[in-house]
């Protein structure tokens, strides 16, 4: 009785709070929102990144700049974050499908093709959408793990960069225009953040890493799975009718494949033919307290 309690709690909480339901994007009621604000904040972002790598360049600094528990602290955090957004997005979408499925028996709609092909028409309001909001807000936090890497005297590519910054657009964009896609997209995101930030979080307070790369699998895994939902996208576009936001996603995805191309390249020249010095590196780092000293130089983008 108690666990059922529970549960309705947090179902209240996750799904049906006027907040989530009453959600709507909006550029006056929504942080973040306008164009404005994020062709200021990506550059600035980068200006910050750079800056910061070129002072301590110029000071030759070869020690890592000490930063305790705070790069642990975030990567228990993002967890923590990541696994809410996949629940709160799975129950959402679970109550959307429940209300909505009276409509979709009249065009032969199922809630996977719903999941991969919003309808046309489809406003960015209600539980979805609210729980897209709060992934690209936590894109943001994401941010830090950046300047975590310059502080630590690792190598600032220009991959990373890039990556993080297309990820922040691309979320802009999924709420700016309604775009399909985008819940399986955050499903499959958020849980692989909450396991890869998670992994981190356990090897940054001092316990054993994984005997093979785990975060790198991790990202090849979520790459195969985006690429499979985007022809169902495509095939959905061209044989029922038309989704959603498809110009978005056409956008999108020409980024995705960009990063997809870079990701591949730096793999196949990096993690295949030195995955037995990446497994050392990993068992190295997992025995420094708080993260604070070794880590691997080939964590790459978290996708």
Not at 16 to 39: A, C, D, K, M, Y
Not at 164 to 181: A, N, V, Y
Not at 192 to 215: E, M, N, T
Request: charge should be positive; glycine fraction near 6%; charged fraction near 15%.
């Amino acid at each position: 009785m108690q666990l059922m309690k529970t549960l309705h709690i947090i179902k209240y909480w996750l799904t049906e709070h006027p907040t989530i339901v009453n959600f709507r994007w909006s550029s006056t009621q929504s942080w973040g929102s306008t164009w404005s604000f994020l062709f200021t904040v990506i550059p600035a972002y980068l200006a910050v990144a750079v800056t910061l790598h070129l002072i301590l360049t110029i000071f030759r600094r070869r020690r890592p700049v000490p930063l305790g528990p705070i790069p642990a602290a975030h990567s228990l955090l993002m967890a923590l974050i990541s696994a809410v957004i996949f629940v709160g997005i799975l129950l959402s979408s679970a109550a959307e499908i429940r209300d909505t499925r009276w409509l979709w028996r009249r065009t032969k709609t199922t809630p996977f093709q719903w999941l991969l092909c919003f309808p046309l028409g489809t406003r960015p309001s209600g539980r979805v959408f609210f729980w897209s909001y709060v992934f690209y807000l936590s894109r943001f936090l994401h941010l830090f793990r950046t300047f975590f890497t310059i502080l630590r005297r690792r190598r600032l590519s220009s991959f990373h960069l890039f990556n993080q910054s297309i990820l922040i657009f691309t979320s802009f964009l999924w709420l700016e225009f309604s775009q399909s896609f985008q819940v399986l997209a955050i499903l499959s995101s958020s849980l692989l953040y909450s396991v890869v930030y998670g992994y981190r979080f356990w090897i940054g307070v001092g316990l054993r890493g994984a005997c093979f790369p785990l975060v790198v699998n991790c990202q090849v895994a979520l790459l195969v799975c985006n690429l499979a939902c985007h022809v169902g996208v495509l095939l959905l576009q061209v044989f029922k009718g038309g989704c959603n936001g498809i110009g978005a996603w056409v956008f999108n995805s020409v980024l995705n494949a960009a990063i997809l191309l870079l990701f591949m390249k730096f793999y196949v020249k990096t993690h295949l033919k030195n995955s037995k010095v990446r497994v050392e590196v990993e068992e190295e780092s997992s025995s420094t307290r708080w993260g604070s000293g070794l880590e691997s130089n080939n964590e790459v983008k978290e996708n």
